[in-house]
């Protein structure tokens, strides 16, 4: 009884992800309300809140399902360990790319986080967090820069902290340019030369230069 219990809330908890990321899609997050997402997800408000304190921890709930696939081989390219780090960031820069043009849902939770999201007032916890989480992105992008440059991969004079805003700055801009306007130009297709001209910049950039 207790095991068909967490199955049930589990189950409960994924209908209500589900319809916020229509609701939030389809409407916007500013304007989709917890009553929307209930009558989507087929229960009472008071189910959502048993599952989630308020739309801005719903809508990190989305986000942090797209984060696990690339957990490891985020790892890996920070560990010192790692004999090839910027060939891990390569694949993962590669991988992210194919995934946000060929996956229908991590396609649409990023169209969400970057076009249809407003930081107002209900949602300063989120602002936090995506806070948060881009200087962290920043950090372990620096970690896996410094590992290249003591590996021989990228200049050892290279600006690490810098180097990693830029990196950071041109896939956030490329993914988001191209959620915008996906006929503009092939994110898919040609996501190995997107991957390499960011590392290209890395290498040869003598404004990232100490």
Known sequence: MVRRTKEEAQETRN???QAAE???YERGVARTTLADIAALAGVTRGAIYWHFSNKS????ALLDTLH???DELARASESEDEVDPLGCMRKLLIHLYHEVALDPKTRRINEILFHKCEFT???CDMRRQRQTHSLECNLRISLTLRNAVNRGQLPENLDTTRGAVCI???IHGLIGQWLLVPDSFELHQDAERWADIGLDMLRLSPSLRN
């Open 22 to 24: 229509q609701a939030f």
């Open 57 to 60: 921890d719903l809508l990190q």
């Open 68 to 70: 696990e696939p690339l």
């Open 15 to 17: 209908q209500i992800l």
């Open 168 to 170: 950071h700055a041109f």
């Open 121 to 123: 007032d209900e949602m």
